[in-house]
């Protein structure tokens, strides 16, 4: 689950090419890093974080020391560590050391590369070095491969997870071996794309106490999926820097599982005294998405009403999206509207409202879905996953076409129709970055409202 009363604290000891990516990836993943290099603070930092990285990339004797001390304390405190052992196939001043911490045990988490994982596992260095980037094996070989690795190590890390990442990612724990395929091959265009996987997977695995090696998995993907989206999202053209901002944007997207709807007041003072009170409460507790849907009011109604909302939205930080209507959203300034099968075309909608305009789109089938998609929609809303008291007459979505979705389109999709806590499963959240609500909000007492919104994102 996702910690109700705080962000997951982060301390990384990472290497200083990357350490600026790493801190901003941790923050866009939901958590707070600090990168406290002086030792003599790791007694008295380290047992207060929740996870330790350790990224052995920019290498010296002394920096080796400061690893070390902090990896006893983590130890001590039984922190979630990290190891990502970075170049270590290319000497033996880097392996010894690498081979060093993983037997002292305490590690949680290995992250490596192809020509990582073999020298650790031969415990000798490679004859040619490639670099830091994930090089390509078949994959029976890379299954083999991870196996092998977290065997050997699991005798001095009992709970060990292993990755070995590459153009297919390979997992190996207690639960078996696992891969993930995808991703962008801009990555390899830009430095600190492994770092920031670390700080991606390691904020997660903090922040969740779902079982591990599944939020594991479910980082990857999301690695990979905000990978594909930042690289649409510069035209897959060769705007190396646009891209990386590109690829935080959309990580921090899928950080945000909360998409509130707003439920139509039936007059003014419902509005200001039940409406305007649920939602403020509700983004007190983290709302990525606020949209503002009404079917039945003037158009001065919808001006007073919309811009009351979008001044909440500010205050919080939260994307204000406009339902179907383009022409109240180009007036107030939202930030976006979001568009039905058979609403205003997604193209005529960024002539009107620019390239910056946020455009979500419905989508109930695997075609209406690669359709938005290549007509630029930024997110999906996909469903009726249940039944909806908001509308009855909404078709359910078996889970088949939500994989398939979820396997074919790179957009961050929105799960949509009667979600409850007790209705929303793993099962489902596995192939959602989020879900949409209305009346498990708006029905609700203001008191439980937080509650409510933790219990969802719990399931994610």
Same mark, same amino acid.
């Given at each position: 689950?996702?910690?109700?009363s705080?962000?997951?604290? $982060?301390h990384?000891? %990472?290497n200083?090419?990357?350490?600026q990516?790493v801190a901003?990836?941790?923050?866009?993943?939901?958590g707070r890093p600090?990168?406290?290099?002086a030792?003599?603070?790791?007694?008295?930092i380290?047992?207060?974080?929740?996870?330790?990285?350790i990224?052995?990339? %920019?290498?010296?004797?002394? !920096?080796f020391?400061?690893?070390d001390?902090a990896? !006893?304390?983590a130890m001590?405190?039984?922190?979630? =560590?990290?190891?990502?052992?970075?170049?270590?196939?290319a000497?033996?001043?880097?392996?010894?050391h690498?081979?060093?911490?993983l037997?002292?045990g305490?590690?949680s988490i290995?992250?490596?590369?192809?020509?990582?994982a073999?020298a650790?596992? @031969?415990e000798?260095?490679?004859p040619?070095?490639?670099?830091?980037?994930?090089?390509?094996?078949?994959?029976?070989?890379?299954?083999?491969?991870v196996?092998?690795?977290?065997?050997?190590?699991?005798?001095?890390n009992?709970?060990?997870?292993? $990755?070995?990442?590459?153009?297919? /990612?390979y997992?190996?724990?207690?639960?078996?071996?696992?891969e993930?395929?995808?991703?962008s091959?801009?990555?390899?265009?830009?430095?600190?794309?492994?770092?920031?996987?670390?700080?991606?997977?390691?904020t997660?695995?903090c922040?969740?106490n779902l079982?591990r090696h599944?939020?594991?998995?479910?980082?990857?993907?999301?690695?990979?999926?905000?990978?594909?989206s930042?690289? #649409?999202g510069?035209?897959?053209q060769?705007?190396i820097?646009?891209y990386?901002?590109?690829?935080l944007?959309?990580?921090a997207?899928?950080?945000?599982?909360?998409?509130?709807?707003?439920?139509?007041?039936?007059?003014?003072?419902?509005?200001?005294?039940?409406?305007?009170p649920?939602t403020?409460?509700a983004?007190?507790?983290?709302?990525g998405y =606020?949209?503002?849907r009404v079917?039945?009011k003037?158009?001065?109604?919808k001006?007073?009403?919309?811009?009351q909302?979008?001044a909440?939205? !500010?205050?919080?930080?939260?994307?204000?999206?406009i339902n179907d209507?383009?022409?109240l959203?180009?007036?107030i300034?939202?930030?976006g509207?979001h568009?039905?099968?058979?609403?205003?075309?997604?193209r005529?909608? !960024?002539?009107?409202?620019g390239?910056?305009?946020?455009?979500?789109?419905?989508a109930?089938?695997?075609?209406?879905a690669?359709?938005?998609?290549?007509?630029g929609?930024?997110y999906?809303?996909?469903g009726?996953?249940?039944?909806s008291?908001?509308?009855? /007459?909404?078709i359910?979505?078996?889970l088949a076409?939500? #994989?398939?979705i979820?396997d074919?389109?790179?957009?961050p999709l929105?799960? $949509?129709g009667?979600?409850t806590p007790?209705?929303?499963t793993q099962v489902h959240t596995?192939?959602?970055?989020?879900?949409?609500?209305?009346?498990t909000?708006y029905q609700?007492? @203001?008191?439980?409202?937080?509650?409510?919104?933790?219990?969802?994102?719990?399931?994610?």
């Amino acid at each position: 689950m996702y910690l109700e009363s705080k962000r997951p604290i $982060i301390h990384f000891l %990472t290497n200083y090419v990357t350490m600026q990516d790493v801190a901003n990836m941790c923050l866009a993943s939901g958590g707070r890093p600090i990168m406290s290099d002086a030792t003599k603070e790791f007694e008295e930092i380290i047992p207060k974080v929740d996870g330790v990285v350790i990224n052995i990339g %920019t290498a010296d004797a002394s !920096r080796f020391e400061k690893m070390d001390h902090a990896h !006893r304390i983590a130890m001590e405190y039984n922190k979630i =560590l990290l190891l990502d052992p970075v170049g270590c196939s290319a000497s033996l001043f880097r392996l010894n050391h690498c081979i060093k911490a993983l037997k002292t045990g305490g590690i949680s988490i290995l992250k490596c590369n192809t020509q990582e994982a073999k020298a650790l596992i @031969n415990e000798e260095i490679s004859p040619i070095f490639y670099g830091v980037d994930s090089q390509t094996v078949n994959g029976e070989q890379h299954n083999d491969l991870v196996l092998n690795l977290w065997k050997k190590y699991r005798v001095y890390n009992l709970e060990i997870i292993v $990755i070995i990442t590459g153009a297919t /990612d390979y997992v190996a724990s207690s639960k078996g071996i696992w891969e993930v395929t995808g991703g962008s091959v801009l990555q390899e265009r830009i430095s600190g794309t492994g770092c920031m996987l670390n700080s991606l997977i390691i904020t997660r695995v903090c922040g969740s106490n779902l079982d591990r090696h599944e939020v594991i998995l479910k980082a990857l993907e999301c690695m990979n999926r905000s990978s594909q989206s930042a690289a #649409q999202g510069i035209r897959n053209q060769q705007r190396i820097g646009l891209y990386k901002q590109h690829l935080l944007d959309e990580v921090a997207k899928r950080n945000a599982p909360i998409y509130l709807i707003t439920q139509e007041s039936v007059d003014e003072q419902a509005f200001l005294y039940s409406c305007l009170p649920k939602t403020e409460l509700a983004l007190q507790s983290g709302v990525g998405y =606020l949209q503002y849907r009404v079917k039945h009011k003037t158009w001065e109604e919808k001006l007073k009403e919309s811009r009351q909302l979008q001044a909440l939205a !500010r205050k919080y930080g939260t994307t204000f999206i406009i339902n179907d209507d383009v022409k109240l959203a180009k007036e107030i300034g939202a930030d976006g509207v979001h568009l039905g099968i058979h609403d205003t075309s997604i193209r005529e909608t !960024r002539l009107e409202l620019g390239q910056n305009a946020v455009i979500g789109a419905t989508a109930k089938t695997i075609e209406q879905a690669h359709c938005a998609e290549e007509k630029g929609a930024n997110y999906l809303g996909v469903g009726a996953l249940f039944s909806s008291p908001t509308k009855k /007459d909404a078709i359910s979505m078996d889970l088949a076409t939500l #994989q398939s979705i979820y396997d074919h389109v790179s957009l961050p999709l929105y799960g $949509i129709g009667g979600i409850t806590p007790n209705l929303l499963t793993q099962v489902h959240t596995r192939y959602l970055d989020g879900v949409a609500m209305v009346s498990t909000i708006y029905q609700e007492k @203001n008191e439980n409202i937080a509650k409510r919104i933790h219990q969802i994102k719990n399931k994610f």
